[in-house]
């Protein structure tokens, strides 16, 4: 009886993010420039030829994924620098069943994501099983929130539809996310998303290790001792950069990742700009950036500016009160950024926000401190309509 009634109680705020994200997938399907995604020649190879188990949705699907065509030429005018971009709309184009085909599939790899956060009951029935303390339920409701107003979010619209595995692992990896303080699922989840892709969960499971250090730190010794350890760790990385590599290969399932980044620095294919350029790239391509270097600009000037104003108002609120939702989501924000500089300085391959754009609603959680729900979800809904409206510019 209580099960039914915990199926029963839907989230209203979730439902309408859900239904947002599946109208922006469908509308950004049918604009995207086919083709214009990370490493999109050798993922599709990879998602047509690897035998995905039967607990992998693609298994399902093998039969319809066999028949998706490849990229034959995409014209596209962009680069780096450029403030414009233009895509040739005549040969930028997939045919309508594969649009449609993708679109189910992004659906239904993100079913699950959607299931959670609109079924706030059984998923806090969920959070708390083997924990001895209760997880606080106005902490988890406010990063459902988040999780829910992230899924809209321009560049997570952008990864969430890309033509390979690392579509089923962002899924996973916001579950994880979601059930972070529930080690037994945390586990299990590190474990399903290895068997997929170790290079892409090397970074899920080093944020899993760095968030229960730090709230041990944390809550043991203080934040001063988090901070201290967060700059260490990313001055460690800044300083030991590329060199790293050399005892990385010698990992057998972490070889041909490291290989391959190892051949690039000695061909000048990455690192052509400082090390401290990197995050900016990794800002970028979290708002949006896409694998041909296309770029909104107005989502930057409208970005830049509002992140500022919250941060003096995160600030002002911070000195005035103890409140320990900012506390919380204070140190989900140093983690977040530890793993990330910690992995970009690192690596020069893991630049891209492809990467964490699993912890885009750790980020958007501290906004849901100082503004409503609502706000943030306008906000955000504006910045993708923003999106997709440049992105059909570009074509005319």
């Given at each position: 009886m209580k099960s039914k009634l915990l199926l029963?109680?839907?989230?209203?705020?979730?439902?309408?993010?859900?239904?947002?994200?599946?109208?922006?997938?469908?509308?950004?399907?049918?604009?995207?420039?086919?083709?214009?995604?990370p490493d999109f020649d050798f993922r599709l190879y990879d998602l047509l030829n690897t035998n995905h188990s039967i607990f992998s949705p693609y298994f399902y699907v093998?039969?319809?994924?066999?028949?998706?065509?490849?990229?034959?030429?995409?014209?596209?005018?962009?680069?780096?620098?450029?403030?414009?971009?233009?895509?040739?709309?005549?040969?930028c184009r997939?045919?309508?069943?594969?649009?449609?085909?993708?679109?189910?599939?992004?659906?239904?790899?993100?079913?699950?994501?959607?299931?959670?956060?609109?079924?706030?009951?059984?998923?806090?029935?969920?959070?708390?099983?083997?924990?001895?303390?209760?997880?606080?339920?106005s902490v988890f409701n406010k990063k459902l929130d988040a999780v829910s107003i992230a899924l809209i979010?321009?560049?997570?619209?952008?990864?969430?539809?890309?033509?390979?595995?690392?579509?089923?692992?962002?899924?996973?990896?916001?579950?994880?996310?979601?059930?972070?303080?529930?080690?037994?699922?945390?586990?299990?989840?590190?474990?399903?998303?290895a068997g997929i892709d170790i290079g892409n969960t090397t970074v899920y499971l080093t944020f899993i290790l760095f968030y229960y250090f730090f709230k041990y730190i944390d809550k043991n010794f203080g934040r001063k001792y988090v901070l201290i350890f967060s700059i260490s760790i990313v001055i460690f990385a800044f300083v030991v950069g590329g060199l790293i590599l050399n005892y990385v290969s010698g990992f057998s399932v972490l070889s041909d990742k490291a290989t391959a980044m190892q051949y690039k620095i000695e061909n000048a294919y990455v690192d052509k700009y400082p090390k401290y350029v990197r995050p900016f790239i990794t800002f970028s391509s979290a708002v949006f950036m896409s694998s041909e270097s296309i770029k909104v600009i107005l989502l930057y000037?409208?970005?830049?500016?509002?992140?500022?104003?919250?941060?003096?108002?995160?600030?002002?609120?911070?000195?005035?009160?103890?409140?320990?939702?900012?506390?919380?989501?204070?140190?989900q924000l140093i983690i977040s950024f530890t793993t990330i500089l910690f992995f970009i300085f690192l690596f020069p391959d893991y630049s891209y926000a492809k990467y964490y754009i699993f912890l885009l609603p750790l980020f958007i959680s501290i906004f849901l401190v100082i503004y409503s729900k609502f706000k943030v979800l306008i906000f955000t809904s504006l910045l993708t309509m923003i999106w997709l409206i440049n992105m059909l510019a570009y074509m005319l």
């Open positions: 029963t109680d839907v989230s209203k705020f979730s439902l309408i993010c859900s239904i947002l994200f599946i109208f922006f997938t469908v509308f950004a399907r049918f604009i995207l420039p086919f083709g214009d995604e093998k039969d319809f994924l066999s028949t998706f065509l490849g990229m034959n030429v995409c014209p596209i005018r962009s680069t780096a620098t450029s403030l414009w971009a233009h895509i040739d709309f005549t040969h997939e045919s309508i069943m594969q649009i449609i085909g993708r679109i189910f599939l992004t659906i239904s790899i993100f079913s699950p994501v959607l299931f959670f956060t609109c079924f706030r009951g059984f998923s806090y029935s969920i959070v708390n099983i083997f924990n001895k303390t209760k997880f606080s339920k979010f321009p560049s997570f619209i952008y990864l969430s539809g890309i033509l390979a595995q690392e579509q089923l692992l962002l899924s996973l990896a916001l579950i994880m996310i979601i059930f972070i303080e529930n080690w037994l699922i945390v586990i299990f989840l590190l474990g399903v998303m000037i409208i970005l830049l500016p509002a992140l500022f104003l919250s941060y003096l108002k995160i600030s002002k609120i911070s000195k005035i009160s103890n409140d320990d939702f900012i506390s919380f989501f204070k140190l």
